[in-house]
Structures are given as C-alpha cells and as structure tokens.
C-alpha cells in the first residue's frame, strides 16, 4: 500500500549540509502525515522532523533552526534539508507515514510509534 525510498544521504564535514528525499508511492486516497526519524548505533530511533498534510511542521530541538522538512504534493516526495551538520548527526535517516487519526506534529515528532510505514533509511555521516 506504501512504499517509501529515501536517499542523498551521504559524509560531510562538520558544518556542510545534505538534502535527504523520501520518496512515498501512496495507494490511498486517505490524507497523511510524514516524518523523518534516524538511530545511530547503539541509540534509540529519535524523532528529527514531522509534517501534516496542511503543511503544519514540528521538530526535534537538537535540530531547530539546522534542519527544515518540506514535502512535494505533486512530486509524492518528502524532504529533510540539513545545514550546518554537527558530528552527532551521523545517523540512519528513516523516512515514516502516519495514516491513522489526525494527530498533532508536536507528538508525531517524538512517536515513532505512531507511525504506520516506514522506508529503508539513508546513511549520514558527519566528520569533525
């Protein structure tokens, strides 16, 4: 029903910036939310960015202000554009779809939980 494939992951150095695409092939008709979520190793999956269908956008405050999430209606295409990249970013970005009860940006940030599909994720690594 949901097929989700993420890329432009990739290294950097510290302070460069990535743009990471999700691309979601959606059979339904129903409206839904997006996020972006990313586990480094050893560490729980993390909550980075959520987007409503009204465009309504919460994030993670490690990264407010270094990271936007923005989605292409037309294009089906979720993106997560990150600046000024620190070390501790280096993760495995996974892209999600929520397609239950309308819930509000602010929990579906830090729900994982709630999320229904989930893509295979992109690696990001980031150098000091």
């Known amino acids: 029903q949901v097929q989700l494939v993420e890329s432009g992951g990739g290294s950097v150095q510290a302070g460069g910036s990535l743009r990471l695409s999700c691309a979601a092939s959606?059979?339904?008709?129903?409206?839904?939310?997006m996020g972006w979520f990313r586990q480094a190793p050893g560490k729980e999956r993390e909550g980075v960015a959520a987007?409503?269908?009204?465009?309504?956008?919460s994030y993670a405050d490690s990264v407010k202000g270094r990271f936007t999430i923005s989605k292409d209606n037309a294009k089906n295409t979720l993106y997560l554009q990150m600046n000024s990249l620190k070390p501790e970013d280096t993760a495995m970005y996974h892209c999600?779809?929520?397609?239950?009860?309308?819930?509000?940006?602010?929990?579906?940030?830090?729900?994982?939980?709630?999320?229904?599909?989930w893509g295979q994720g992109t690696q990001v690594t980031v150098s000091s």
């Open positions: 999600a779809v929520e397609m239950g009860p309308r819930l509000g940006v602010d929990y579906l940030v830090l729900h994982p939980d709630a999320y229904n599909y």
């Open positions: 987007i409503d269908p009204d465009g309504s956008t």
């Open positions: 959606v059979y339904s008709d129903s409206s839904y939310s």
